[in-house]
């Protein structure tokens, strides 16, 4: 069952990102909601940012992902980790670094926009 999202006048399906079946995937109604994001804040613009970070990520942490794989984890969820709420820690803080390249990224836009 999907869950549909408003935003506009727009009906949206909720979307799950994700570049490498190891790590897990992203949200973008996650990541809305977890920086408190607009409306205003379109659904293609969250999107690439969130696509940027992952990316971002996934090259920042190839090192940390190569032993893992070596370790014979297939997925990050399977790396041993503290849990909370049901949620790996290793998870969770993935999630939040996603969401904080986004809002990084996100900012840059704003801030690099032509003014006048």
């Known amino acids: ?20 079946p190891f790590w ?4 973008l109604h ?4 977890a920086l408190a ?3 205003s804040s379109s659904e293609p613009r969250l999107e690439v ?14 090192g940390a992902r190569r032993l893992w794989k070596r370790q014979g984890y297939r997925h990050l ?3 041993p980790s503290a849990s909370a709420g049901g949620e790996s ?14 809002q990084r990224l996100l900012q840059e836009q ?3 926009q032509p003014h006048g």
Not at 24 to 27: A, E, Q, T
Not at 89 to 102: G, N, P, S
């Open 89 to 102: 820690a290793v998870v969770r803080q993935y999630h939040r670094a996603v969401q904080r390249a986004t």
């Open 49 to 62: 940012a969130v696509r940027c970070a992952i990316l971002h990520l996934d090259r920042e942490l190839a």
């Open 1 to 20: 069952m999907h869950t549909q999202l408003e935003e506009g006048s727009a009906t949206l399906l909720p979307r799950r990102l994700h570049h490498d």
């Open 24 to 27: 897990p995937p992203i949200s």
């Open 110 to 112: 704003v801030t690099e």
């Open 77 to 79: 969820e399977h790396v």
């Open 37 to 39: 994001l607009s409306a």
């Open 30 to 33: 996650e990541v809305r909601e």
